[in-house]
Each structure stands twice: as structure tokens, then as C-alpha cells.
């Protein structure tokens, strides 16, 4: 019965097959506005959140107009618990028939382009927050979640010299949200990271900031820029190795850094 509805509505042409996705398991509605990527992506994939470099495009944190969509989802077992809490709640007590009737089930789609878009999709046990936009109809991660995202993982919020730009320019700006998620989520590391960058960069005093420099701990593998490599200035209150080029020339890289010989420390 549902190949034959199928059938039908698609010989009146009122359903066709997304073509970024295997047949028959995607289909755009005829008369409905072209969807953006970010849109199909979120109806595709129920739990996927839009992240990182698309999340700071959308709330305004970057001027760049990123090729890539970056996307958040849960790993395989998350997802299926999730899919399973999902139908059990949309259907109810017509769950044991829709089985029964072997009808879809809510099932992962591996995609890699949609609407022309190459897609970049982190499976994330934490997702972290984010809400729901109805216009465009989306998941977006929170502001504060994204200055996290950007210590965490700045290769795909556009660069770690990008994400300087970015605190600088926003830091103060959304500085409780800021807080209040790194505070919550972040790891001490990321904290180190948002805390030099909040008082070294931006030049802003708060009392969280100082509480997170008791995660400060000396580490050759400490560094601003988690994917750069070790560079000999660095922060002797953070503990971190300030391997950001433009802060070397910008006299930002903070008042207590100093040029040590690594050659002397046997690095």
C-alpha cells in the first residue's frame, strides 16, 4: 500500500526523488519553496544540528560565506536510541502496526552533498544547545556553544586565527553566554584556550575567567592552536603556548609571554 501511494503521487509529479540521497528515501514536495541545504539536511536527519563555521555564519560571528555545512549529530547508538524514543512518542499506540505493516522506519542517512553543498558531518555524543528556528526550519547551535566549538575544535570554525577574530570582535559582546557554557561544558583545556583569549585578546576581567586559570598546567602539548605547532612564546599565567602567528605581531599575545629557548629546556 505505501509503494502504491508512492507510485501514485509520483506519476502526478506532486513528489520527486531528492537526488542526494539513495531512491526512495528522500522526496521533495511539488509547489513547496527550494529548500536551502540547511533545511534539508535538518528534515533528513531529525537530530543533526547546524555547528561550528555554519552555526557562526548564521548568528552573525563571521563574514565568510563557508562552501562546507557543518553538521552535529549523534554517534550510531545515540541516534538509534533517539529514533526509537522518537517514533515510540510520534506513534504512540499505532507503533506495533506501523511495524507490523512493515512501514519506514526512521533510519540514518549517510549524506555527503545536499542542495550542491558539501557536508561535513561530526558525530558528537554532546551536541551541546541549541533551538529550533521556524524560518528557516532548522536546529542551530547556541551562541555560547559556538565560542566553545571554537576552542574545541577551531579547523572547523574557519581556523584558529579566525576564531581570534571572532572573540575579539564578539567576545565581550556575548560574554555571559560565553561563560556560562565553557563554565558548564568545557573541558580544562578549553577553558585555558577561552580564558587567554578572553583576558589576553578581548582584555576582559571577570571572576570565572581567573577561576579557570587554576586548570592552567605547564605541557608541551599545550597550545592556543590545538592542530598548529608548538611556537616558544608563551603565557606563563595559562600555561599556553601562543602559536598564532598574528598575535606575535600584533602585541596581543599577552602581557605575560615571554620568548623562551626551547633548545635550553631540551624540547
Known amino acids: 500500500m505505501y509503494k502504491a501511494v508512492v507510485d501514485r503521487l509520483s506519476s502526478f509529479h506532486l513528489i520527486s526523488p531528492a537526488r542526494d540521497f539513495k531512491p526512495g528515501a528522500v522526496f521533495q514536495l511539488f509547489g513547496r519553496p527550494k529548500p536551502s541545504a540547511m533545511e534539508v539536511a535538518c528534515a533528513v536527519d531529525p537530530f543533526a544540528c547546524v555547528s561550528h563555521l555554519s552555526a557562526m555564519e548564521f548568528h552573525g560571528l563571521t563574514d565568510r560565506f563557508s562552501k562546507i555545512l557543518y553538521l552535529t549529530t549523534p554517534p550510531d547508538k545515540e541516534w538509534r536510541e533517539q529514533a526509537q524514543d522518537r517514533m515510540a512518542r510520534d506513534l504512540g499506540q499505532h507503533i506495533a502496526v506501523h511495524r507490523a505493516a512493515r512501514l519506514p522506519m526512521l533510519r540514518y542517512l549517510d549524506f555527503e552533498r545536499v542542495e550542491g553543498v558539501r557536508v561535513e558531518l ?4 554532546s551536541r551541546g544547545a541549541f533551538k529550533a528556528i521556524k524560518s528557516p526550519a532548522i536546529r542551530v547551535a547556541m551562541v555560547g556553544r559556538v565560542f566553545l566549538d571554537m576552542v574545541r575544535e577551531p579547523d572547523n570554525c574557519g581556523g584558529m586565527q579566525h576564531v581570534v577574530a571572532a572573540y575579539r570582535e564578539y567576545g565581550s559582546q ?94
Not at 561530526?122 to 555524543?125: A, D, E, I, N
Not at 586559570?213 to 599556553?240: C, I, N, V
Open 122 to 125: 561530526m558525530r558528537r555524543s
Open 174 to 267: 556575548y560574554l555571559s553566554l560565553i561563560l556560562e557554557e565553557i563554565d558548564r561544558h568545557g573541558k580544562p583545556i578549553e577553558k585555558v584556550r577561552a580564558g587567554y583569549l578572553l583576558e589576553a585578546v578581548c582584555r576582559i576581567q571577570h571572576p570565572r575567567i581567573d577561576g579557570w586559570k587554576a586548570f592552567a598546567q605547564r605541557g608541551g602539548s599545550r597550545m592556543l592552536d590545538p592542530q598548529g605547532e608548538y611556537a616558544p612564546t608563551f603565557s606563563e599565567t595559562w600555561k599556553l603556548s601562543i602559536n598564532v602567528p598574528s598575535l606575535l605581531t600584533d602585541g596581543r599575545a599577552g602581557e605575560d609571554s615571554s620568548w623562551e629557548d626551547l633548545a635550553g629546556e631540551g624540547t
